[in-house]
């Protein structure tokens, strides 16, 4: 029998499947929210579970993310998306043995966004990271939520990504509760925009909010690509 034969048998017999799995955060109403969809078929149906499929053979996993992202919310924009980790677990899916290859998305102005459930998905909400359903899969969506909640933490503390949850113009109140329900604890005010305008990361702009009844200077962000720092927070 030669390699090739032999590869073919192997997988023939285990029957490997990919997946592609994303979180997709936004941050509204002073909150951290994660994207859920309610499975259409089993396992789970009628369960909330994060959003995600198989991959196909002709695409690649990024382009399968993505193609599930929209199919089953509708959710299609220009928006940051990184790899996040490979999931593995033998048991992690009753349909087989299947690895998921995990990404998070980040959305801005997410209100301007309509969502529509389609595919395998009969509803698509926003949940808050600290109030979510029972997740379908048992602790497998679930793990890669946490996953994704601790990286994110992570690339707030040494990068600028935090603005790809935030809209053009935002006030420097807007940018410390967008950190705080991240990190999910408080921050000191002064402490914290002393650090952000030292490091040049925002450029005031002229135009301002109102803040519990007071004017508020509102900037943007000096660049969206990512860059990374040494500290931030």
């Given amino acids: 029998m030669d390699n090739y034969s032999k590869f073919k048998e192997i997988t023939n017999k285990w029957k490997l499947l990919v997946a592609a799995d994303i979180v997709a955060f936004s941050f509204q109403e002073r909150q951290l929210k994660v994207l859920l969809v309610k499975r259409k078929y089993e396992p789970g149906v009628g369960q909330w579970a994060i959003p995600g499929g198989f991959v196909r053979e002709d695409e690649s996993l990024e382009e399968s993310a993505l193609r599930e992202l929209k199919e089953e919310t509708g ?8 790899q996040l980790y490979t999931f593995g677990e033998v048991t992690r899916d009753p349909r087989g043995r299947v690895i998921s290859v995990a990404y998070m998305v980040l959305i801005n102005e997410p209100e ?16 808050s990271v600290d109030d979510l359903p029972p ?9 890669i939520l946490e996953y994704a909640r601790q990286r994110l933490h992570w690339k707030l503390e040494y990068s600028n990504v935090a603005f790809s949850l935030l809209g053009a113009h935002f006030t420097l109140t807007e940018l410390q509760r967008l950190y705080e329900s991240v990190y999910n604890e408080k921050l000191d005010k002064r402490n914290f925009r002393k650090k952000i305008l030292s490091l040049d990361l925002v ?16 900037y943007n962000a000096r660049t969206k ?7 931030i927070v």
């Avoid at 959710?75 to 990184?82: F, G, I, P, V």
């Avoid at 301007?112 to 949940?127: G, M, N």
């Avoid at 690509?225 to 500290?231: A, H, S, V």
């Fill in 75 to 82: 959710l299609a924009k220009d928006c940051y998306l990184e």
């Fill in 112 to 127: 301007k966004l309509k969502l529509k459930a389609s595919d395998d998905a009969t509803d698509a909400q926003w949940f």
């Fill in 135 to 143: 997740l379908s899969f048992g602790s497998a969506h679930r793990k």
């Fill in 203 to 218: 450029d005031p702009v002229d135009k301002v909010s109102s803040e519990l009844g007071r004017p508020a200077q509102l």
């Fill in 225 to 231: 690509k990512l860059k990374i720092y040494t500290r």
